[in-house]
């Protein structure tokens, strides 16, 4: 290492902050392609099906490029303020007004406890009826009981366990890949598959359509933005994790889907709960239907524990900060966990199962991420004019207003459907928030009378 780079390592370490600088830059890449891969792709590829039949590598690409545009303007304001702690923080710091960065908190949170509610619907799949044979939504039930449990007792992810997850993940759907290469080396599978549309289909719309549903499998990467304070030298580091990343997941998301076309007909797909497995199994290779299954279930339980575990903190800092009614701020007196954000996020999760089937939840969650997004590229064009005194990585200007179009021509695309769950969830998100600063404002009146 060249003395610059010590010099610029030490003065990372010793900055201003809370938490160290340790996360270096593949470790951000393992972090993020983490957080990307795995349980959207496990779960949606039979759902994929249905818009866009056997072509469903093109709703991933198009998906892929548009969440680049939208990564970009997340890399300028990352590197711009590395202490920053997401979205919210963006909207605070451009808008400066609070129903602005609650309405995209609770969006994130809103978002991640619906995601979660369709992961555990995947999880109650044809993946555990490999082990068990149980109804999917009590299933579901139980399971997400289970992670509440687990939140309970202080699980805390660190980055480096993350890559051992990723590991796991990746290689599940780089089995899909090599198993479904052998089957087109021994002659067998349909390769003409990899082109043919839903009779009756306009290939732009069911592209687009797909492109919906496949943007679930690209989010994840906005989380990155949460620790922004602990990557070690961020201006340089960031953008390079974070665009390298994605298309590594857009590559092999492209290349399990030419393969999932190739292996099974579009109508067998659709009507799986567990695509990936099937996949496998129709590619004959003699890869134990279990062994398989098992690496689903890992992938799709790391995600849902990671997501709940975010929004049960996010639920307990809005509610630190009066933004939420204060009891979603109790926590446990041995654990040090918050009891209370962990029971409520999940009793929403629970909900959810029981209203929502899983292309629906995996839209909603999409929804209400497009406002976030929306969010972070217009900061990124008001903060312009705000200067640092560090150089920092930035995006040409036509990118966020592309993001924003982008996410726009999205939007425009959901369902009444989606609409309906996604604004009764911002609804609710509105009246606990004048619950909470109706309470604010009533704490606050002795102290003035007092006066």
């Given at each position: 290492?060249?003395p610059?780079?010590?010099?610029?390592?030490?003065?990372?370490?010793?900055?201003?902050?809370?938490?160290?600088?340790?996360?270096?830059?593949?470790?951000?890449?393992?972090?993020?392609?983490?957080?990307?891969?795995?349980?959207?792709?496990?779960?949606?590829?039979?759902v994929?099906?249905?818009?866009?039949?056997?072509?469903?590598?093109?709703?991933?690409?198009?998906?892929l490029?548009?969440?680049?545009?939208t990564?970009?303007?997340?890399?300028?304001?990352?590197?711009?303020y590395?202490?920053?702690?997401?979205?919210?923080?963006?909207?605070?710091?451009?808008?400066?007004?609070?129903?602005?960065?609650?309405?995209?908190?609770?969006?994130?949170?809103?978002?991640?406890?619906?995601?979660?509610?369709?992961?555990?619907?995947?999880?109650?799949?044809?993946?555990?009826?490999?082990?068990?044979?149980?109804p999917?939504?009590?299933?579901?039930?139980?399971?997400?009981?289970?992670?509440?449990?687990?939140?309970?007792?202080?699980?805390?992810?660190?980055?480096?366990?993350?890559?051992?997850?990723?590991?796991?993940?990746l290689?599940?759907?780089l089995?899909?890949?090599?198993?479904?290469?052998?089957?087109?080396g021994?002659?067998?599978?349909?390769?003409?598959?990899?082109?043919?549309?839903?009779?009756?289909?306009?290939?732009?719309?069911?592209?687009?359509?797909?492109?919906?549903?496949?943007?679930?499998?690209?989010?994840?990467?906005?989380?990155?933005?949460?620790?922004?304070?602990?990557?070690?030298?961020?201006?340089?580091?960031?953008?390079?994790?974070?665009?390298?990343?994605?298309i590594?997941?857009?590559?092999?998301?492209?290349?399990?889907g030419?393969?999932?076309?190739?292996?099974l007909?579009?109508?067998?797909?659709?009507?799986?709960?567990?695509?990936?497995?099937?996949?496998?199994?129709?590619?004959?290779?003699?890869?134990?239907d279990?062994?398989?299954?098992?690496?689903?279930?890992?992938?799709?339980?790391?995600?849902?524990?990671?997501?709940?575990i975010m929004?049960?903190?996010?639920?307990?800092?809005?509610?630190?900060?009066?933004?939420?009614?204060?009891?979603?701020?109790?926590?446990?007196?041995?654990?040090?966990?918050?009891?209370?954000?962990?029971?409520?996020?999940?009793?929403?999760?629970m909900?959810?199962?029981?209203?929502?089937?899983l292309?629906?939840?995996?839209?909603?969650?999409?929804?209400?991420?497009?406002?976030?997004?929306i969010?972070?590229?217009?900061?990124?064009?008001?903060?312009?004019?705000?200067?640092?005194?560090?150089?920092?990585?930035?995006?040409?200007?036509?990118?966020?207003?592309?993001?924003v179009?982008?996410?726009?021509?999205?939007m425009?695309?959901?369902?009444?459907?989606?609409?309906?769950f996604?604004?009764?969830?911002?609804?609710?998100?509105?009246?606990?928030?004048?619950?909470?600063?109706?309470?604010?404002?009533?704490e606050?009146?002795?102290?003035?009378?007092?006066?």
């Amino acid at each position: 290492m060249s003395p610059e780079a010590t010099d610029q390592v030490r003065a990372d370490e010793s900055a201003d902050g809370k938490l160290k600088r340790k996360i270096t830059g593949p470790l951000l890449y393992l972090f993020i392609l983490g957080d990307v891969l795995g349980a959207g792709i496990y779960a949606l590829m039979g759902v994929l099906a249905e818009d866009v039949g056997g072509v469903l590598w093109a709703p991933l690409i198009v998906a892929l490029l548009l969440a680049l545009l939208t990564a970009g303007s997340y890399a300028e304001l990352v590197t711009k303020y590395p202490k920053a702690g997401g979205a919210a923080v963006f909207a605070e710091r451009a808008f400066k007004q609070p129903a602005v960065s609650f309405l995209v908190g609770f969006s994130m949170l809103a978002a991640g406890v619906t995601s979660a509610a369709g992961l555990a619907l995947a999880f109650a799949g044809d993946y555990l009826s490999t082990f068990i044979d149980v109804p999917a939504i009590p299933a579901a039930i139980v399971f997400l009981a289970l992670v509440a449990a687990l939140n309970a007792r202080g699980i805390s992810e660190s980055v480096k366990s993350n890559v051992v997850m990723t590991v796991i993940e990746l290689s599940g759907l780089l089995i899909v890949i090599i198993a479904v290469a052998v089957m087109v080396g021994g002659g067998r599978g349909e390769v003409s598959r990899v082109g043919e549309f839903p009779d009756g289909a306009t290939p732009a719309l069911a592209i687009l359509a797909g492109a919906i549903v496949a943007y679930y499998s690209f989010v994840g990467f906005e989380t990155s933005a949460n620790v922004a304070e602990e990557i070690r030298n961020p201006s340089k580091v960031y953008p390079t994790a974070l665009f390298g990343a994605l298309i590594t997941a857009g590559v092999v998301y492209a290349l399990v889907g030419i393969a999932s076309a190739i292996a099974l007909p579009a109508d067998e797909l659709s009507q799986s709960s567990g695509p990936l497995l099937d996949v496998v199994a129709a590619a004959g290779v003699g890869v134990p239907d279990w062994l398989f299954s098992a690496i689903a279930l890992v992938a799709v339980a790391n995600g849902a524990l990671l997501t709940m575990i975010m929004s049960s903190r996010l639920t307990y800092g809005m509610a630190e900060h009066g933004l939420l009614p204060t009891v979603l701020s109790r926590v446990l007196p041995q654990r040090r966990t918050p009891w209370v954000a962990i029971v409520a996020t999940t009793v929403v999760a629970m909900l959810l199962t029981l209203v929502g089937e899983l292309s629906t939840l995996a839209e909603t969650v999409v929804l209400l991420l497009l406002f976030v997004f929306i969010s972070t590229n217009v900061a990124v064009l008001v903060l312009r004019r705000d200067r640092v005194d560090h150089d920092h990585f930035q995006v040409w200007t036509a990118v966020p207003v592309l993001g924003v179009a982008s996410c726009v021509l999205l939007m425009t695309q959901q369902t009444a459907k989606v609409w309906l769950f996604a604004a009764i969830m911002l609804v609710v998100g509105g009246v606990l928030y004048a619950a909470a600063r109706a309470a604010t404002r009533h704490e606050k009146a002795p102290e003035t009378t007092g006066r």
